[in-house]
Nanobody, 125 residues
Framework: QVQLVESGGGLVQAGGSLRLSCTAS????????MGWFRQAPGKEREFVAA????????AYTDSVKGRFTISRDNAKNTLYLQMNSLKLEDTAVYYC??????????????????WGQGTQVTVSS
């Protein structure tokens, strides 16, 4: 098993920036595709971004393209999500996830076997 702990959430005004971090412990972080998902109040959890284990492939949901950037530092066992130009609709609990069952790339919630507890991001007007 891999344990994932998110940090960096908080309250920010619209147009501002935040950087989320996800630190992994346990099994080999560098072998996994990693992703970020979010769940807004009253909505289902949705895909935000993902990055392959080696960092050569990434994907984003359309609503965050050009504003969010996913990155990883395998030496530090850490995944990041840089969020710029935040909008009210970005308000959600953000979850880090690891695809621990294999080394393939994925973007679907069911592709990921390990999850963090989430960090709240609130964007105010």
């Amino acid at each position: 098993q891999v344990q994932l702990v998110e940090s960096g959430g908080g309250l920010v005004q619209a147009g501002g920036s935040l950087r989320l971090s996800c630190t992994a412990s346990g099994r080999t972080f560098s072998s996994y595709c990693m992703g970020w998902f979010r769940q807004a109040p009253g909505k289902e959890r949705e895909f935000v971004a993902a990055m392959s284990w080696i960092g050569d492939r990434s994907a984003y949901t359309d609503s965050v393209k050009g504003r969010f950037t996913i990155s990883r530092d395998n030496a530090k066992n850490t995944l990041y999500l840089q969020m710029n130009s935040l909008k009210l609709e970005d308000t959600a609990v953000y979850y880090c996830a690891a695809r621990t069952q294999d080394t393939y790339f994925g973007t679907r919630e069911k592709d990921f076997g390990s999850w963090g507890q989430g960090t709240q991001v609130t964007v105010s007007s």
